[in-house]
């Protein structure tokens, strides 16, 4: 690990168990400095642990990593004078106004000119007038405003957003996502997490994992070629009974209906072509059209090859 | 460990408990409303209990004992002439604690020399309701009937014994309850509220996810602890001055020994009660288990400490569960300060056994607080 300048982050083999479950198998990743980087997987795949242990909040059980060019196992307390984390859950006092949430993180970095720092904050966010409101009487949307507030009080030049729009209202997410590419203009890192395909497409690059395992990098387009996935995509008024058999042929390996429309993907694009065609004769009624597949179809994709790789294993 | 961060926690704890008024309310409550109980509710040497008489000698000297009867303070007889059946039934029911029944031709029996017995039927379902009364009986016969039998009759006068005993009760010359249950309840309130507090306050950190955002910053676990207890320590202080001035208003217990002392073991003691607390903390999962677990530790220190009952009396293997317990020293600590007057020589072997138990509670909790989230 000698190219500490390039990256913001960089692990390899992580791992982490609790109890005698695997929760981060062997994860490598890398974060180039000032990208957005995208952290994917369903629930419990092991982003959070492996988000904690970037930040120096868990120890690994295996492997070895650098944040900001800290060792992410000798310099915990040093990343965490350095790093921005918002955590999944808030983790601002609710029972503490808005004010004295900001004040008690700006005691705790030890920052000079708290008062001032606070204010700039409070401007920033446009809180000046709700400064004595209690953390905990916000909306989802300006909590999560806040929590952001918190993280970059320090000056941190690594964001760890944890889920950070769970919950959030669209317009607020896109708000929020104006922010980060703002904040990764001015020379920020920032390392995301989220269940959205709007905002992984948002991502200069993306890791999608699952069972603590990394199953794809790359730009969301890189994502996208790299599954070799060809789909078709079917759409048309009461498509029940068609779904059911263009699902169960051979040719298919993975479908995502979407209200009126269907896609269907595989990995081999003259079989799927081939076991179609009747079915498009048939039923000219409906549109067809070969088209790219998305990355929710990549990555619906990908968990289900991981179930069943996977499982077999897990029971070892 | 740096200040401005140890402030940093004190001050938005400070922040949290003024906002907590309900908590804040307790703390303050419970010492008052503990001290109004048990200062004026119980009392463990029981006067005026209920007695009924069944009579079958209507002698002088039946009407001498039943006079001493009722002076010393004891007995109140509520029936001087009931029948047995009757005197049996108040028994059953409750309504009597005590029946004495004088048997017919008790003054000639006792004349002739013939020793006729008095029978003393108590409701013992509560042995320490008659204890006192039923010793109190013997010796109070006896010299009620020492005063009548006298001139030809002074030989059947009981002996007067060969030796005096002389009885000085020190420390509490009248046995007024309060005067031991008050310092106690001292002991048993902030073994209460310092457990439950610390132990409650660390788990709502962790159980509501902000914990995970404090150990993110550069603050370290231990200025997190102190900095969430400290606040306490001025709490315990609080209320050990309520029930001190409480104790001297209310129920005039003396306060013979030294102050500073006092408070110095209440310092001890607060860092005693502090470790558990720490220490269930980092033990329990949620603030549910933390609750139940301070009551789990609170229980012994009540029963087994010599607060409600005397630890003399317990059998070994209670007593050594009792000299385990930070209660059961500092209680012997307040009652010798207050009431004693005791000094540093007195106090140190209580103090002794209270710092080793500091120590070795404090390894096993601060091992166990989570540096990180592992
Ligand atoms: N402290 C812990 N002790 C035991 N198991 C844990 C602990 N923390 C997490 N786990 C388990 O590890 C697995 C991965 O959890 P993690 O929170 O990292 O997933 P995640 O990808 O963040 O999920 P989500 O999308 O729901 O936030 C889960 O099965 C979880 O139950
Ligand atoms: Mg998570």
Known sequence: ?316 | MSWRRLWAMMLKEFIQLSRDRLTFAMMVGIPIMQLLMFGYAINTDPKHLTTVLVVYDQGSLTRSLVQALQNSGYFQVVNNDANAQVATDMLAQGEAQFVLTIPANFERDLIRGNYPSLLLEADAADPAATGNAIASLQQLAESALRHDLTGALSYLAPPANSFELRIHRLYNPEGITQYNIVPGLMGVILTMTMIMMTALGITREVEQGTMENLLATPIKPLEVMIGKIAPYILIGYVQVAVILLMARILFNVPFVGSLSLLLFSVMVFIFANLTIGITISSTVRNQTQAMQMSFFFLLPSILLSGFMFPFRGMPRWAQIIGEMLPNTHFLRLVRGIMLKGNGWHEAWPHLLPLSIFIFVVMLIGIKKFRRTLD
């Open chain 1, 1 to 316: 690990m000698s190219s500490s300048s390039e990256y913001a982050i960089e692990v390899a083999n992580l791992t982490k168990r609790f109890g005698d479950k695997v929760v981060v198998d062997q994860l490598s990743m890398q974060v180039r400095k000032g990208e957005i980087y995208g952290f994917l997987g369903p629930n419990g795949s092991g982003k959070t642990t492996s988000i904690r242990m970037m930040c120096g909040l868990l120890t690994p059980d295996g492997g070895m990593g650098q944040t900001l060019g800290l060792d992410i196992f000798s310099q915990a307390a040093q990343i965490k004078r350095e790093v921005g984390y918002m955590t999944q859950r808030f983790g601002l006092y609710s029972d503490l106004t808005i004010r004295e949430n900001l004040d008690f993180v700006a005691r705790v970095y030890a920052m000079n000119q708290r008062k001032q720092r606070v204010n700039t904050a409070l401007e920033r966010l446009g809180l000046v007038a709700r400064q004595k409101q209690l953390a905990g009487s916000l909306s989802g949307g300006w909590k999560q405003r806040l929590a952001l507030a918190a993280a970059l009080l320090h000056q941190p030049q690594l964001l760890l957003l944890d889920e950070p729009t769970a919950g959030v209202d669209p317009q607020a997410r896109r708000d929020f996502w104006e922010q980060i590419h703002q904040l990764a203009a001015d020379g920020i890192t920032i390392l995301v997490s989220t269940h959205y395909m709007d905002e992984a497409e948002r991502c200069h690059r993306l890791s999608y994992i699952a069972y603590g395992r990394l199953l794809a990098t790359g730009t969301p387009q890189e994502l996208i070629e790299q599954s070799g996935l060809h789909t078709w995509t079917v759409s048309g008024a009461a498509m029940a009974e068609l779904s059911k058999q263009l699902v169960a042929l051979a040719a298919v390996d993975m479908h995502t209906q979407f209200g009126n429309t269907l896609h269907i993907s595989g990995k081999d694009p003259l079989a799927l072509a081939q076991a179609l065609q009747p079915f498009q004769i048939a039923n000219p009624s409906y549109q067809w059209s070969e088209s790219q597949p998305t990355l929710e179809d990549v990555f619906i994709y990908l968990m289900q090859q991981a179930t069943d790789n996977f499982q077999p294993a897990g029971k070892t």
